[in-house]
């Protein structure tokens, strides 16, 4: 959404919604020697019993959520050309949500995350147009 303020200035706002995706816990496999055995379908983790598939679970990534703010100046009546110049808030409500976790598992452990969301920073611009 934006909105122009005045024939100079204006901001906007963007909010973007992604639901997390499934993943797939991996074992150790002994006899290939690598990380292969799957143990449960795609999405659902194995719960405490293996051969129990009534305790699986659903085992997806978190929902991320972004939301940005810009606020955009044409600089056209200061400087006679088509000028912008532009403050961007990414991220703004901060939110440090983990984006992915080590799915290799050799034993029950706690699984870590890997990745998280980057932080709230600012990004500043300037456009020229002829």
């Known amino acids: 959404a934006t909105y122009q303020w005045t024939s100079w200035l204006s901001s906007g706002v963007t909010y973007n919604y992604t639901s997390g ?3 797939n816990l991996t074992y150790f496999n002994t006899i290939n020697n690598e990380f292969s055995d799957f143990r449960t379908r795609r999405g659902y983790h194995p719960g405490v019993d ?3 598939p009534g305790d699986d679970y659903a085992f997806r990534l978190p929902d ?3 939301f940005n ?4 100046a ?3 009546a200061i400087t006679k050309h088509n ?3 532009f403050v961007d808030v990414l ?4 939110l440090r949500t983990p984006t992915d976790f080590q799915t290799q598992s050799s034993s029950r452990t706690v699984l870590s995350w890997t990745a998280r969301q980057a932080p709230m920073r600012l990004r500043v ?5 002829y």
């Open 21 to 23: 995706g499934p993943m």
């Open 50 to 52: 293996m051969n129990d």
């Open 64 to 66: 991320l959520q972004t």
């Open 69 to 72: 703010l810009q606020v955009r």
């Open 74 to 76: 044409n600089l056209k």
């Open 83 to 85: 000028l912008q110049f």
């Open 91 to 94: 991220n703004l409500l901060a």
């Open 125 to 129: 611009g300037l456009t020229y147009k």
